[in-house]
């Protein structure tokens, strides 16, 4: 069993090590063929491997970096001026071949940037996308980009269905998942000149396109890969949160109202539970960065232990099926065509 390795910017983030240590403990205990790098200040990082007892755990190390990149910091500010923090030094570690993906919960701006600069992109890529899992009723959806590309070409859309794809097929085992481009309406007359023209790209793309998907469609499992761009994608990913948000409050709100209501939610119980479990964003956290150089995944700045520990699988998982390479392999014979012709 070859051992993986995997660089925690463990100071990003609301809550720095008191979250990502413990969520390495779990990875630790879950996967067993993986080795975790804790990034950041040595001293802190070392008093939480030891209240965790981990001190005596070889698949652990420490590797120190004098620097934190604040979540409010200006992106560019944060690739200049802070080189030897804990974000650049683990995007660092995935450059040098020490390790095959970095995980960070910091800032998403500083994240992106720093790692399109270190990494470069695949040849064939220009823009990197954000891609996560959304639930729906039929399992869930990939959706990119979430915010990483608030403007997009046509050609940056049939990048992101190319990629979006392959990470489906890769990680789902999909032998050819079903693609939908968002737009206000699933009719061809539909939208802007931009989202019609990358429409037909993507279906001279040869990928398996189901053609323009409304916002409901995300979370039926119209596709198993929506793609838009980074503006549209992030209003939809918030919107999406903020009412699981809401039908939590409401039914709690609800069965709380009085006695009679009490105990019908103590009946209705083993099914509130269910939904909770299946609308828990901590079950999707973990956006991958795809288009790069190499493997970095994206959690929630405000994430708990549970939460980062799902970013840690999503890397893991993102190891074991070589998804830059994979990328790598399909989109450059179709570009280098495109070029040709």
């Not at 975790?36 to 209240?51: F, R, Y």
């Not at 080189?83 to 390790?99: C, H, P, Q, T």
């Amino acid at each position: 069993m070859t051992q993986k390795t995997i660089a925690l910017d463990a100071m990003g983030g609301d809550y720095g090590s008191s979250v990502t240590v413990p969520a390495a403990k779990m990875a630790l205990q879950e996967i067993p063929d993986i080795h975790l790098i804790l990034v950041g200040d040595e001293v802190q990082l070392a008093s939480e491997v030891e209240k965790q007892g981990l001190q005596q755990e070889s698949r652990i190390s420490i590797q120190h970096a004098s620097e934190v990149v604040g979540m409010d910091e200006l992106p560019v500010l944060a690739l200049k001026k802070k080189k030897d923090s804990s974000m650049r030094i683990a995007i660092n570690l995935v450059k040098e071949g020490k390790v095959q993906a970095c995980v960070s919960a910091g800032n998403t701006g500083a994240l992106m940037a720093t790692s399109k600069f270190v990494l470069k992109t695949i040849k064939g890529i220009s823009r990197p996308a954000i891609c996560t899992i959304l639930p729906s009723i039929s399992g869930h959806t990939h959706m990119l980009d979430l915010g990483a590309n608030v403007e997009c070409t046509a050609e940056n859309l049939l990048e992101f269905a190319i990629m979006g794809s392959v990470l489906a097929q890769s990680v789902e085992g999909l032998e050819n998942p079903t693609v939908g481009l968002l737009n206000v309406g699933s009719e061809e007359m539909k939208g802007h000149e931009t989202i019609k023209y990358a429409s037909q790209l993507i279906a001279a793309s040869g990928l398996n396109y189901h053609g323009f998907v409304e916002g409901d469609d995300i979370y039926k499992g119209t596709v198993n890969v929506v793609v838009a761009d980074g503006f549209v994608g992030n209003v939809s990913l918030k919107t999406g949160e903020g009412l699981a948000a809401l039908v939590n409050h409401v039914l709690t709100r609800e069965f709380k109202k009085n006695l009679v209501t009490k105990f019908a939610g103590l009946i209705a119980l083993p099914v509130l539970r269910a939904v909770r479990k299946i609308l828990d964003p901590r079950r999707y956290n973990g956006a991958s960065l795809l288009g790069l150089n190499g493997i970095v995944v994206k959690s929630h700045g405000g994430a708990d232990i549970h939460s980062f520990f799902n970013a840690i699988k999503i890397a893991n998982i993102e190891i074991d099926n070589d998804v830059p390479q994979r990328i790598s392999r399909v989109i450059e014979p179709y570009f280098s065509k495109t070029k040709r012709t």
